[in-house]
C-alpha cells in the first residue's frame, strides 16, 4: 500500500511517452487520473494509518530501505497530495506554449512519486536515497527550456543539491555510527553512551549536515542556485521550487533536528546558535535581494529563500513549538508561494511579460489574476486574517516562549524580512493597479485573464489562504499533535 | 553659514542629506526598486574573437620557454628539491645500510635454513651443479618463469613501437644500405674467424649452466652478440637467409611454449605432490638436472633471439 | 647512525649509486641520460644484492667436489635474485631505448620538456 | 453590537460594491456624465455608516468576540470612551472631507476608486476604534494602512505613486515594530484585552521588566510611525502634498490620530502608565516628542508649499499629543485627547481650505497666493480662524489643550523635562503662528504695490464651503466650553 | 587436495601461455584467444570463489616440489579469488567496449600484439593478486608495468608515447624504490616469502631489533607502489596515459592496472609488515594526507579539464586519493572501504571511459566539451551510461559510489583523530566531483541547436550497447547488494591475517 503511492507516479510517469495519445486530451486525463487517484490514496494512507513499517529493501548491513507513516510525514505528504493535482491541472495549460511535453510530464510525475518517498521515508538512509533521486528527477524540469540560462540554472543546481547532500551525507553517517538506529524517532537516535566526549565533533558535523540539507533550502552562502532555477517552467518553479523540493530540505532538516539528532542533544549548544545565525541572516538576505530583484519569477524565487528560511527558523528553536510554527509556515508558505507563482505563472502564459516593470496596468486586465496575487502578497506580508499571520505568529511565539536571546532577534529578523516583503510584494500589486498617469493603455490591450484550468487552483488556493488565516486551529492542534509526538 | 559654499559641494556634506531626510525629501530606498530590467544574454562574437586572441597571446607566453622567468625558476626549484630530496635519500638509506646486519658475516638472518638447504640438498634435489641455476630454474621456477615472459614482453612492445609496415620497410631499407658498411674487409674478415668462436662459445656456457657459471641468459646474450657481428659485417642481406621475423617468431613461440608447457608441467606435479617423470640424471654429467638443461636452452633461443631482434629493430624497424 | 656503515661500505656505495640514478632519472631532462640513470640504480641494487650475498672466505655456489656444506659456499639466493633483475633491466632499457627512437625520429630531440612543449604546441 | 459589526462591515462591503460596479473605463477618460449615481451612493453610504458608527456606542457597551484567529487570538470588539472620541472624531471629519471631495474631486480620475477605498477607510477606522484587544488592533491598522494608501496615490503621478509607497513602507514597518513587542507582551500579559491600567503579568514584571521596556519603547516607536514622531515622520511630509486635498485631510486629522490611539492603548491599557512612569522608556520618548515638535515648527515655517507646512505641522502638532501622553498624568492626558480633537477639526478645516484654494486656483505655494483673501474671502476666514486654533488663542479648543498639557507637565516633577516641554510647545506655538498667518496677512493685505485688478470671486461652492465652516466652528466650540469637554475627557480617562 | 585447488595455477599459466600463443596468431585469432582465456580464467576464478566460500579458508598452492621457505608459492583465499573474478569480468567488458574502436587506433598488423599484452597484463595481474613471494611479485609488478606501458603506446600519437615515456619513468622510480625495499627486507628476515618475512618481521619487533631499517624498507616499498599507482603528488603522466591510449587501454589501465598494485600493497600490508605493525608506522598517516589531497586536486585539476578523458583520467587521480585515504584510516573498517572502492571505482571508471568514447564518436571524434553538446541524444546509450557512471561517481544511492563513499565515512567516524578531516575532505571531494561530472552529463544533454554530426542507432553498436548495459548493472549490482561483496571482503582480509 504505502510503497504503491510511490510507484503509481513512477509508473504513470514512464508511461506518458510510451502510450501513443492520440490527442491532447487523453494525455491529460491519463495523467490527471493517476495523480488525483495517487493523492486520494495518499490520503486514505494517511487517515488510515497504521504505525508499521513497511521494510522494502535491506541495503547494507543494518541499513534499510523502509516506509512509515508518522506525523511529519502526514503534513508532507498531505501536503503534497493536495497540491500535486491543481499544479497538474495547471501545468496542463502552461505547457501548451512548451515544446517536449511528454519529457516534462515524465519527469514531472517522478517528482511526485520521489517527494512522497522522502515524505514516507522511515528512517534517515531513506530519505536520503530520496533526496538525491529528487535533485536528479527535477534537474531536467530545470533545464526543460534548453536555453542557455536554463543549462547554467540546472548546473548551478546540480552542483548546490549534490554537494549539499554530500555534506548532509556526514549526518548521516554520524547518525549511523553514533545512533542506535537510523529510523526516525521524535527526540532523537543518538546514543549517549556513544557520544559521550564526541560532543563537539557531532555538533560540527550537525551544523554541516543542516548546510547540506540547507541547500535544498536555500539557506544563504547557497542560495543562489534557486532564483537562476526560476527559468524552469512556472509549473515546476511554483510547485518544486516553492513547495516540494525545496520543502524537502527544510522537512529533511526538521527530520535531522528532531527525529535524529534530536533536541536535546542540540538544543543550547553552539550549534543551535550557528544555524539560527545562519537562517536569521538568510531571512533578511533573501528579502533585500529580493527587493533588488526586477525580474518576476526570480523575485519570488528570493521571497522563497526568505520563507523557507522562516521553517527552518521554527526549526532551530528546537522546541515542540518551534517544530509547530516550522509545521505551520511549512504547509501555510507553500500555499501562498504556489499561488503567487501561479499567478506569475499566468502573466507570463497570458503576456509574456517576465519583468516587474513590464507589469504596468495589468492589474485591470487580469483582475483575478492580480486580485488573487494581491491576497497572496498580503498573506506572505503577514497581515492577521490571512494564512501568513498565523504562521508568523506560531514562529515568534515559539521564540518567544524558548527564552533564547537570538531567537528573540530572530523575531526581529521576522518583522524586517516582512516589511521587505511588503516593499517587494506590493510595488508590483501597485504597478499592476495604479499604473500611473501617463500610463498608455494601449499597450496592454489583448490581454485578459487566464482559462478555468489556470484559475481554478488559483482560486482554491486562495480560498485557503483565507481560511487558513482565519481558522486554522484543527490543523495547528494537529502540528501540535505531532510535535508532541502522539502521532 | 558665515562663508557660502557652491551648491554642488553643499549638497555633498552630511548636514545636508541629513536636513533632506528630515525634511522626508529623500528615500532609503527609491533608488533601489526603480531597477532596469536586467541584460538578456547576448552572444558576442566580437568578445568570443578577442577573447581568443587574448588566450592565444596567453598561450604564447605560456609556451614561450625562452623568455619565461615564471618557469625558469619553476625549473630551478623543481630541479633545487630534487636534489635535496635525493641528497635526503642517500643520506636515509645510509643510516638504514649503518642499521644492516654487517656485510661478509655468517651470522645474519639471510643466512638461514633456506639457503642452507639450497646448498645442502640442491645437487640432489635438482641435479644441478651449480646451485644457483638450480635454485633460479627449479626452487624458485616460477620467478624465471616470470623473468623470461618480462623479455617477451619488452620485445612485443618493441617490436610494436618500432616495426615498420611494408612501404616503410623498404624505404628504411634503402636508408639503411646507405650507412652500413658495406664491403668492410677487415671487418669481415675478423668477422669470419669471431663469429663461430662466439657462438660455439655461447652454445657452451648455455650447455654448461647447470654445471658452471652461466646459463641460458648469458649464453643466449653471447649468441646474440655473435649474430650482431654477423649482421654487422655482412648486413641484412646474408642473415635474412636464415634469420628473419618468421624465424625469430617460431623460435621464440616454440622456446617459450616449450618453456611454459614444461614448468607447468613441473609444477603441477609439484603442487599436487605427483611423482615427476623428469630423469635427474647424474650430477655433473652434460645431461642431468632434469628440466633445466633443455630450460636453459629455450632461454638461450630467446635470448639469442630477442638480442638480434633489439639491434636490428633498432637499426633498422624490421629484419 | 648505527655500527655498521663502514662494515658495509659496500652497500653504501650501492645506495650513493642508486640515488644518483635516482637523480638522473628525475632529473635529466636528455632521454638517453635517464636511461643511463635507469641503469645506474638497477647496477646499484644488483651490487647490494651481491654484498647481501656474501660471506668472507667463501666461494660461488658452484658444487666442487660434491662438498655440499653450508661452510663452503656464499649464499645463492641473492645472485639469483641478481640474475634475474638483470633480464628485467634489459627489458626495459630495451623499451625505453625503442620509446626514445620513436620519439627522436619525430621530435628531433632527446629532450622530454621540449617534446611536451611541442605536443603542446601541436594542440592535440 | 450588530451597530458595531455594522458600522465597520458595510462601508467595507460598501466600498467594495463601488470598486467593483463603478469599475472606470480602461482607456483613462474622465467618468464625466455619469458621476451622480456614483456620488448619489456614497453620500449614501456615507451617511448611514456615520449613523451606525454614531448608533453604536449607544446600543452596545460590553465586548463581544467576532472570531479567533486562534485559539487564543479572539478578534474581539468593545466600545469605551476613548474609542467613542476618536471615532466622534473620525465620523465628524470623515463625513464632512467627504462631502468636500464631491466636489473637488471632480478633477480627478478614476473617483469610484477613490470613494471605494474611502468607504473602506471608514469601515476601518470604525473597526480601529471599536477595538477591544491589541489583536483586533493591530489588525485593523495594518488594514487602515493598506487601504489608506490608494487614497495617498490617487493622482497617479510619478511622485504620487512614490509617496504611496513611502507611507505604506514607513507604516508597516512601524506596525512590525509593533508586530514585535505584540509578539513579546502575549507571553507576557494575561490578555491581550484593553484593560485600563495594564494587563502586564507580575511574574514577567519582575522577570524580564528590562526587556519589556524595550518592548514598550519600540512599541512606541512602531505606533508613532503613524503618528508622525521623528525619526520616522518623513512620510508625513512627502504623503501630504501629492494626495487630493480631503485625503489630505482625512490623513492629517484622523489617520495619524490612529497612531495616538495606538498609543493611548499600548500605554494606558496594555503596558499601564504605572509600569512605564519615570522610566527611561518615558524620559527618551518625550525628547522625542519635544524634538518632533520642534522640528516640524522649524521646518513648516521655512516651507513654501502650503500643503506640505500643513503636513510639517502636522508633524509638529501631533507630537503635542504624544507629549502629553509621554508625561502620563491626568492634566496631560485631557490635553492630549483634548488636542486630539482640537487638531483633528481645526487640520481638517486647514486641509480642506488648502484644498479649495488649490481647486479653485491652483495655487500650491504660499507666496503666490498674495490677495486670496480678497478671491474666497470666506475660505480665508476660516483659515484664519483655523489657525488660531491651531496656535492656541483663546477661545479655541487649541488654548485650552495646551493649557492642560502645560499643566501637566509643570506637575509631573520630572527633572528638566517638566519645564522644557512647556517651553518648547510656547516657542512651537509662536512659530506656528510665524507659518501660518502670514498667508492670512498676505492674504487681506497683499501690500501696496498689488495689482488688484486680475482677482475675480473665486468662492467655491456650497459643497465645499459647507464643510469647511462645520470644521472651522467645532474647534470653536470646544473651546468655548472648555470644561465641558474636559469633564467628558476626565470621566472617559477615569472611568476607562 | 581438491582439484580446484589448481585454478589459480592454471588462470596464470592459460593467461601467460596464451600470450605466447597469440604471438604467431593472425589478429582476428588472437582476439578470439583472448576472450576465451578471459572468459575461462573468469569462470575458474568464479568456481574458486564459491569453493572458497564453501570451505571458508584459504590455501597454500606449492610452485614446483618444494615447500616454503623453499620453493614459490602462490595463494589463494576469498579476496584473491573475488579479485580475480573481478578484474576478469571488468577486462572482458573493457575489452568488449572498446573493440569496435581498435581497427581505428591500432595498425592492423599489431592488433595480436595488443592481445600479447592484454593477456600478459592479465597474467601479471592474476600473478600479483594470488602471489605469496615479494621476488615473483616484483617480476610480475614489471611485466604488468611493461605491458601496461605497451597498451599506452599501442595507439601511436605522440602524446601516447610522450605519456609511455613518462609512465616509464615514474613507473621505474617505482620499480627501483620497490626493488630496494624489498632487497632492504630480505637482509632483515632473510625470506622472500611473504608468511615466512612475516614471521620474522614479528620477531624482529618483538626482538626490538633493526627497527630503523624495518621502517625504511617498509616505506620504501610503500612509495614504490605509491607512484606506480599514480597516488596524488606522482600523478603526472596519468592524464596523458589515460586521455590518448586506445579505450579498452584507458579503460583496463585506469581500472585494472593501479589496482593491481595497490592490491599488493594491500598483501605487502597484511601478510609482509602485519597489519597493526604497519598501523603503529606513521606511513599511514603519510598515506592518509596525499590521499587527502589527491582527492582535492585530482578533482581541481579535473574541473579545469576541457577534455572529456583527460577529465575522467584526473578523477582516477581523485579516487585513488579515496583508496589511500582508506589505507590511512588504519583500520579494518578503512581498509574494507579502500578495497571496496577498488571494485566500485573499477566498475565505474571503465564504464566511465568506454561512454566517453561512445560519446566522442558522435561528436567527430573531438573530445572537447564544446563539440560533446548533445552527444547524449546521438548516442543515447552512450548517455545513459556516462550518466550513470557520473552519477556513481558522485555518490548517489543505487549505485556502487554510494556505497564506498558509505564505508569510507562509516569508517572514518570511528578513527579518532582522522575523522573530521576525512569526512570533511570527502564531502568537498564529493561537491567536486559533482561539479565536474555533472558539467559533462548536462552538456552532453544539452542540444545546441542543428549538430553537424549524425547519431547512431542501437543497431550500429549491438555489442558495445550490451557491454555499456552489463557495465551499469555491474554497477547498480554492486550498489545495491553490496552486502554480500563487504562480507567476503571482510572474509578475505580476515584470510589474510
Same mark, same amino acid.
Given at each position: 500500500m504505502i510503497i504503491s503511492v510511490i510507484l503509481i507516479p513512477f509508473i504513470a510517469g514512464i508511461l506518458v511517452p510510451i502510450i501513443p495519445f492520440q490527442k491532447r486530451w487523453q494525455k491529460e486525463v491519463f495523467l490527471e487520473t493517476a495523480v488525483v487517484l495517487n493523492s486520494i490514496l495518499v490520503w486514505y494512507l494517511l487517515l488510515h494509518h497504521s504505525d508499521s513499517t513497511f521494510l522494502l529493501a535491506h541495503f547494507t548491513g543494518n541499513l534499510n530501505i523502509s516506509f512509515r507513516v508518522d506525523g511529519m510525514s502526514m503534513v508532507f505528504a498531505g501536503l503534497v497530495s493536495a497540491l500535486w493535482p491543481f499544479a497538474t491541472l495547471y501545468a496542463f495549460e502552461y505547457m501548451t506554449k512548451e515544446k517536449h511535453e511528454n519529457v516534462f510530464f515524465l519527469f514531472y510525475t517522478l517528482t511526485y512519486g520521489v517527494t512522497l518517498g522522502i515524505a514516507l521515508a522511515a528512517n534517515l538512509l531513506t530519505m536520503y536515497f530520496f533526496y538525491e533521486l529528487l535533485t536528479l528527477v527535477t534537474v531536467p524540469l530545470v533545464m526543460h527550456t534548453l536555453t542557455r540560462e536554463a543549462i547554467l540554472a540546472s548546473?548551478?543546481?546540480?552542483?548546490?543539491?549534490?554537494? +549539499?547532500?554530500?555534506?548532509?551525507?556526514?549526518?548521516?553517517?554520524?547518525?549511523? &555510527?553514533? +545512533?542506535?538506529?537510523?529510523?526516525?524517532?521524535?527526540?532523537? &537516535?543518538?546514543?549517549?553512551?556513544?557520544?559521550?566526549?564526541?560532543?563537539n565533533v557531532l555538533l560540527l558535523i550537525y551544523v554541516m549536515a543542516f548546510m547540506g540539507f540547507g541547500v535544498k533550502a536555500a539557506v544563504c552562502p547557497f542560495n543562489s542556485w534557486l532564483p537562476q532555477a526560476s527559468v524552469a517552467p512556472t509549473p515546476v518553479t511554483a510547485l518544486l521550487h516553492a513547495v516540494a523540493v525545496v520543502k524537502s530540505g527544510a522537512f529533511a532538516i526538521i527530520r535531522l533536528t528532531y527525529y535524529s539528532f534530536g533536541t536535546d542533544f542540540l538544543k543550547g549548544t553552539w550549534a543551535q546558535d550557528v544555524v539560527m545565525a545562519v537562517v536569521m541572516f538568510t531571512i533578511v538576505y533573501g528579502c533585500s535581494r529580493a527587493v533588488k530583484e526586477t525580474h518576476l519569477k526570480r523575485r519570488l524565487a528570493y521571497s522563497t529563500i526568505s520563507n523557507l528560511s522562516y521553517i527552518l527558523f521554527g526549526a532551530v528553536i528546537m522546541t515542540?513549538?518551534?517544530?509547530?510554527?516550522?509545521?505551520?509556515?511549512?504547509?501555510?508558505?507553500?500555499?501562498?508561494?504556489?499561488?503567487?507563482?501561479?499567478?506569475?505563472?499566468?502573466?507570463m502564459h497570458q503576456t509574456d511579460r517576465h519583468y516587474v516593470h513590464e507589469l504596468n496596468g495589468l492589474g485591470y486586465k487580469m483582475p483575478c489574476v492580480f486580485g488573487i496575487f494581491t491576497v497572496a502578497s498580503l498573506a506572505l506580508m503577514g497581515v492577521p486574517g490571512l494564512a501568513g499571520f498565523v504562521s508568523k505568529w506560531n514562529l515568534a511565539q515559539a521564540a518567544v516562549e524558548s527564552g533564547n536571546p537570538l531567537a528573540w532577534g530572530g523575531i526581529a529578523c521576522l518583522l524586517v524580512s516582512a516589511l521587505l516583503t511588503a516593499i517587494y510584494m506590493l510595488t508590483i500589486v501597485v504597478r499592476a493597479f495604479f499604473p500611473g498617469k501617463d500610463f498608455d493603455y494601449g499597450t496592454v490591450s489583448g490581454i485578459r485573464d487566464p482559462n478555468?484550468?489556470?484559475?481554478?487552483p488559483l482560486f482554491i488556493f486562495t480560498v485557503f489562504i483565507i481560511l487558513f488565516g482565519v481558522y486554522s486551529q484543527p490543523l495547528v492542534d494537529f502540528f501540535m499533535e505531532v510535535a508532541g509526538g502522539n502521532i | 553659514m558665515s562663508k557660502k559654499r557652491p551648491a554642488s559641494e553643499y549638497q555633498k556634506t552630511f548636514a545636508f542629506r541629513f536636513f533632506r531626510w528630515l525634511s522626508g525629501e529623500k528615500d532609503p530606498y527609491i533608488g533601489e526598486m526603480e531597477m532596469h530590467p536586467q541584460e538578456e544574454y547576448q552572444p558576442d562574437r566580437e568578445a568570443a574573437l578577442r577573447h581568443e586572441r587574448e588566450h592565444d597571446a596567453i598561450m604564447d607566453k605560456v609556451y614561450d620557454t625562452e623568455h619565461n622567468r615564471s618557469l625558469h625558476l619553476f625549473h630551478r626549484l623543481y630541479q633545487a628539491t630534487s636534489i635535496l630530496f635525493c641528497l635526503f635519500l642517500i643520506a636515509l638509506l645510509l643510516v638504514t645500510i649503518s642499521y644492516l646486519p654487517a656485510t661478509g658475516t655468517v651470522n645474519r638472518p639471510v643466512n638461514n635454513e633456506v639457503a642452507k638447504r639450497y646448498i645442502e640438498k640442491g645437487l640432489e634435489e635438482t641435479g644441478a651443479v651449480n646451485i644457483v641455476a638450480g635454485m633460479i630454474l627449479d626452487y624458485r621456477a616460477f620467478d624465471t618463469l616470470g623473468e623470461s615472459h618480462v623479455l617477451f614482453v619488452a620485445t612485443i612492445t618493441v617490436l610494436i613501437l618500432l616495426r615498420l609496415n611494408k612501404t616503410q620497410k623498404d624505404e628504411a631499407e634503402i636508408s639503411d644500405r646507405r650507412f652500413e658498411p658495406k664491403n668492410d674487409a677487415i671487418l669481415q674478415l675478423v668477422a669470419t674467424f669471431l663469429v663461430p668462436v662466439i657462438i660455439i662459445f655461447g652454445i657452451y656456457i648455455i650447455l654448461n649452466g647447470h654445471l658452471g657459471p652461466g646459463g641460458g641468459f648469458s649464453g643466449g646474450a653471447v649468441i646474440g652478440a655473435g649474430l650482431v657481428l654477423y649482421l654487422n659485417a655482412f648486413g641484412f642481406k646474408k642473415t635474412e637467409r636464415f634469420f628473419t621475423e618468421k624465424t625469430y617468431k617460431w623460435v621464440c613461440f616454440f622456446s617459450l611454449s616449450f618453456y611454459c608447457l614444461a614448468k607447468s608441467y613441473s609444477f603441477y606435479t609439484g603442487a599436487n605432490q605427483l611423482h615427476s617423470v %623428469?630423469?635427474?640424471?647424474?650430477?655433473?654429467?652434460?645431461?642431468?638436472?632434469?628440466? %633445466?638443461l633443455p630450460l636453459n636452452i629455450a632461454v638461450g633461443l630467446v635470448v639469442a633471439c630477442t638480442i638480434y631482434a633489439f639491434y636490428a629493430m633498432f637499426r633498422k624497424g624490421g629484419f | 647512525m648505527g655500527p655498521n656503515l663502514f662494515t658495509n661500505y659496500g652497500e653504501a656505495v650501492s645506495a650513493v649509486l642508486f640515488c644518483i640514478g635516482f637523480t638522473n632519472l628525475l632529473l635529466q631532462t636528455n632521454l638517453i641520460k635517464k636511461i643511463i640513470g635507469l641503469n645506474?640504480?638497477?647496477?646499484?641494487?644488483? *651490487?647490494? *644484492?651481491?654484498?647481501?650475498?656474501?660471506?668472507?672466505?667463501?666461494?660461488?655456489?658452484?658444487?666442487?667436489?660434491?662438498?655440499?656444506?653450508?661452510?663452503?659456499?656464499?649464499?645463492?639466493?641473492?645472485?639469483? *635474485?641478481?640474475?634475474?633483475g638483470i633480464v628485467v633491466s634489459v627489458s626495459v632499457t630495451a623499451l625505453m631505448l625503442s620509446l626514445t627512437i620513436r620519439l627522436y625520429t619525430r621530435y628531433h630531440t632527446l629532450n622530454l620538456d621540449e617534446i611536451s612543449m611541442q605536443l603542446k604546441k601541436e594542440g592535440k | 453590537m450588530y451597530f458595531i459589526l455594522l458600522s465597520i462591515f458595510f462601508p467595507i462591503l460598501a466600498g467594495l460594491f463601488l470598486l467593483i460596479r463603478f469599475r472606470t473605463p480602461l482607456s483613462g477618460e474622465k467618468a464625466g456624465t455619469d458621476r451622480k449615481p456614483l456620488l448619489v451612493l456614497t453620500g449614501i453610504f456615507l451617511v448611514i455608516t456615520a449613523v451606525f458608527a454614531f448608533a453604536a456606542p449607544l446600543t452596545a457597551r460590553e465586548g463581544f468576540t467576532l472570531f479567533y484567529l486562534t485559539e487564543t487570538l479572539p478578534i474581539y470588539f468593545r466600545i469605551d470612551?476613548?474609542?467613542?472620541?476618536?471615532?466622534?472624531?473620525?465620523?465628524?471629519?470623515?463625513?464632512?472631507?467627504?462631502?468636500?471631495?464631491?466636489?473637488?474631486?471632480?478633477?480627478?480620475?478614476?473617483?469610484?476608486?477613490?470613494y471605494g477605498f474611502y468607504l473602506i477607510l471608514f469601515g476601518v477606522l470604525n473597526a480601529l476604534c471599536f477595538a477591544g484587544n491589541l489583536i483586533t488592533f493591530y489588525l485593523f491598522f495594518e488594514l487602515l494602512t493598506l487601504s489608506s494608501m490608494p487614497l495617498v496615490l490617487h493622482n497617479g503621478s510619478r511622485e504620487a505613486i512614490m509617496a504611496g509607497l513611502k507611507y505604506l513602507f514607513y507604516s508597516l514597518c512601524g506596525a512590525y515594530g509593533a508586530l514585535f513587542g505584540i509578539y513579546f507582551l502575549y507571553q507576557s500579559c494575561d490578555t491581550l484585552t484593553f484593560t485600563a491600567g495594564g494587563v502586564l503579568k507580575e511574574t514577567a514584571v519582575t522577570q524580564h521588566g528590562g526587556f519589556l521596556l524595550l518592548t514598550a519603547f519600540v512599541m512606541l516607536l512602531g505606533f508613532g510611525v503613524k503618528a508622525g514622531m521623528f525619526p520616522m515622520h518623513a512620510w508625513l511630509p512627502t504623503a501630504h502634498p501629492v494626495a487630493p486635498a480631503p485625503a489630505s485631510a482625512v490623513?492629517?486629522?484622523?489617520?495619524?490620530?490612529?497612531?495616538?490611539?495606538?498609543?493611548?492603548?499600548?500605554?494606558?491599557?496594555?503596558?499601564?502608565?504605572g509600569f512605564l512612569r519615570g522610566t527611561w522608556v518615558q524620559t527618551v520618548w518625550m525628547c522625542l516628542t519635544l524634538i518632533t515638535v520642534f522640528m516640524g515648527s522649524m521646518l513648516a515655517y521655512r516651507e513654501p508649499v502650503l500643503k506640505k507646512r500643513l503636513a510639517y505641522s502636522t508633524v509638529s502638532q501631533l507630537s503635542y499629543i504624544l507629549f502629553g501622553l509621554a508625561v502620563m498624568n491626568e492634566a496631560s492626558l485631557v490635553g492630549s485627547l483634548f488636542q486630539v480633537l482640537a487638531h483633528g477639526f481645526v487640520k481638517a478645516a486647514l486641509f480642506l481650505c488648502a484644498g479649495a484654494i488649490i481647486y479653485k486656483t491652483g495655487k500650491t505655494r504660499v507666496e503666490e497666493m498674495r490677495g486670496i483673501g480678497k478671491e474666497m474671502p470666506l475660505t480665508m476666514w476660516c483659515w484664519t480662524i483655523a489657525s488660531l486654533g491651531l496656535v492656541g488663542i483663546p477661545p479655541t479648543g487649541g488654548f485650552v489643550s495646551k493649557w492642560y498639557l502645560a499643566l501637566g507637565s509643570l506637575k509631573s516633577g520630572l527633572p528638566v523635562l517638566d519645564v522644557l516641554g512647556p517651553i518648547i510647545l510656547l516657542v512651537s506655538a509662536l512659530l506656528t503662528a510665524g507659518y501660518l498667518l502670514p498667508l492670512t496677512i498676505h492674504g487681506f493685505f497683499p501690500g501696496g504695490d498689488y495689482d488688484y485688478s486680475g482677482l475675480q470671486k473665486k468662492e467655491p461652492r456650497k459643497l465645499m464651503t459647507v464643510p469647511i465652516l462645520i470644521l472651522t466652528s467645532l474647534p470653536v466650540v470646544i473651546g468655548l466650553f472648555p470644561d465641558t469637554i474636559a469633564g467628558i475627557i476626565l470621566m472617559a480617562v477615569k472611568g476607562r | 587436495m581438491n582439484f580446484i585447488c589448481n585454478f589459480p595455477f592454471f588462470s596464470i599459466l592459460l593467461s601467460l601461455f596464451s600470450g605466447t600463443v597469440c604471438s604467431v596468431l593472425p589478429a582476428k585469432a588472437a582476439k578470439a584467444v583472448n576472450r576465451v582465456v578471459i572468459i575461462a580464467v573468469g569462470l575458474m576464478s568464479a568456481v574458486l570463489l564459491l569453493y572458497l566460500l564453501s570451505t571458508g579458508e584459504s590455501f597454500i598452492y606449492w610452485m614446483g616440489h618444494f615447500p616454503a621457505p623453499w620453493g614459490n608459492e602462490i595463494r589463494a583465499g576469498v579476496l584473491e579469488a573475488g579479485m580475480a573474478l573481478f578484474f576478469c569480468i571488468i577486462m572482458y567488458l573493457s575489452m568488449a567496449g572498446g573493440a569496435h574502436k581498435l581497427p581505428g587506433e591500432v595498425v592492423e598488423s599489431k592488433h595480436n600484439l595488443y592481445y600479447i599484452l592484454v593477456n600478459l597484463?592479465?597474467?601479471?595481474?592474476?600473478?600479483?593478486?594470488?602471489?605469496?613471494?615479494?621476488?615473483?611479485?616484483?617480476?610480475?609488478?614489471?611485466?604488468?608495468?611493461?605491458?601496461?606501458?605497451?597498451?599506452?603506446?599501442i595507439r601511436q600519437v605522440g602524446r601516447t608515447i610522450e605519456a609511455a615515456v613518462r609512465y616509464m619513468i615514474m613507473s621505474l622510480l617505482g620499480s627501483g624504490l620497490l626493488l630496494f625495499g624489498l632487497c632492504i627486507m630480505y637482509d632483515l628476515t632473510g625470506h622472500l616469502l611473504m608468511s615466512n618475512i612475516k614471521e620474522s618481521v614479528a620477531q624482529l619487533i618483538a626482538a626490538g631489533e633493526y627497527q630503523i631499517p624495518l621502517i625504511v624498507s617498509v616505506a620504501l616499498m610503500c612509495i614504490g607502489l605509491c607512484i606506480k599507482s599514480a597516488l596524488f603528488p606522482f600523478h603526472a603522466w596519468l592524464p596523458d596515459a589515460y586521455g590518448y591510449s586506445t579505450v579498452s587501454s584507458a579503460a583496463i589501465l585506469s581500472s585494472l592496472v593501479s589496482k593491481g598494485y595497490i592490491f599488493l600493497l594491500i598483501k605487502i600490508i597484511y601478510r609482509v609488515i602485519g597489519f597493526d605493525i604497519f598501523n603503529s608506522t606513521r606511513i599511514i598517516d603519510v598515506l592518509f594526507v596525499f590521499g587527502l589531497m589527491g582527492m582535492i586536486f585530482g578533482s581541481l585539476s579535473a574541473i579545469k579539464e576541457n577534455d572529456i578523458r583527460r577529465m575522467i583520467a584526473f578523477s582516477s587521480v581523485a579516487q585513488i586519493g579515496y583508496i589511500y585515504m582508506g589505507f590511512g584510516m588504519g583500520t579494518q573498517a578503512g581498509m574494507v572501504a579502500s578495497v571496496f572502492h577498488i571494485l566500485s571505482h573499477a566498475a565505474t571508471k571503465s564504464l566511465l571511459f568506454i561512454a566517453a568514447i561512445g560519446l566522442t564518436d558522435v561528436s567527430g571524434g573531438s573530445r572537447k566539451f564544446i563539440d560533446l553538446t548533445g552527444a547524449a541524444y546521438r548516442n543515447k546509450w552512450a548517455g545513459v551510461a556516462f550518466t550513470a557512471g557520473s552519477l556513481s561517481m558522485v555518490g548517489i544511492p543505487l549505485f556502487s559510489g554510494f556505497i564506498s563513499k558509505l564505508l569510507f565515512a562509516q569508517a572514518a567516524v570511528q578513527v579518532e583523530g582522522k575523522m573530521l578531516a576525512s569526512l570533511i575532505v570527502l564531502g568537498i571531494s564529493t561537491v567536486l566531483n559533482a561539479i565536474y561530472f555533472m558539467k559533462t552529463v548536462i552538456r552532453i544533454y544539452t542540444t545546441a541547436g542543428e549538430s553537424p554530426y549524425s547519431g547512431v542507432t542501437f543497431r550500429d553498436m549491438k555489442a558495445y550497447a550490451v557491454t555499456l548495459l552489463f557495465f551499469i548493472l555491474l554497477n547498480v549490482a554492486l550498489g545495491v547488494s553490496s552486502q554480500p561483496v563487504v562480507n567476503m571482503i571482510e572474509q578475505g582480509l580476515a584470510m589474510f591475517a
Open positions: 548546473r548551478k543546481y546540480l552542483y548546490y543539491s549534490l554537494g +549539499g547532500a554530500a555534506f548532509a551525507f556526514l549526518g548521516l553517517i554520524m547518525v549511523i &555510527v553514533y +545512533g542506535s538506529t537510523t529510523d526516525f524517532i521524535l527526540g532523537g &537516535v543518538l546514543d549517549p553512551a556513544k557520544t559521550v566526549g564526541k560532543t515542540p513549538l518551534g517544530l509547530v510554527g516550522a509545521l505551520t509556515h511549512l504547509v501555510f508558505h507553500a500555499v501562498m508561494k504556489i499561488s503567487s507563482f501561479f499567478c506569475a505563472g499566468a502573466i478555468w484550468k489556470m484559475l481554478l | %623428469i630423469p635427474k640424471g647424474t650430477p655433473g654429467a652434460i645431461l642431468s638436472s632434469g628440466l %633445466i | 645506474i640504480m638497477d647496477s646499484a641494487i644488483y *651490487l647490494f *644484492l651481491a654484498e647481501k650475498g656474501y660471506i668472507a672466505g667463501r666461494v660461488a655456489p658452484i658444487v666442487v667436489n660434491g662438498v655440499t656444506s653450508t661452510e663452503a659456499y656464499i649464499n645463492p639466493i641473492p645472485s639469483g *635474485l641478481v640474475l634475474t | 470612551s476613548v474609542g467613542q472620541l476618536f471615532s466622534l472624531l473620525a465620523v465628524i471629519v470623515l463625513l464632512c472631507a467627504g462631502f468636500f471631495s464631491f466636489s473637488y474631486m471632480k478633477h480627478e480620475e478614476r473617483e469610484s476608486r477613490y490623513l492629517s486629522a484622523v489617520i495619524v490620530k490612529a497612531g495616538v490611539l495606538a498609543v493611548v492603548r499600548i500605554t494606558g491599557y496594555i503596558f499601564g502608565t | 597484463l592479465l597474467s601479471s595481474l592474476l600473478a600479483l593478486v594470488y602471489t605469496n613471494d615479494m621476488f615473483t611479485a616484483y617480476v610480475f609488478v614489471e611485466i604488468n608495468t611493461i605491458s601496461a606501458c605497451g597498451l599506452i603506446m
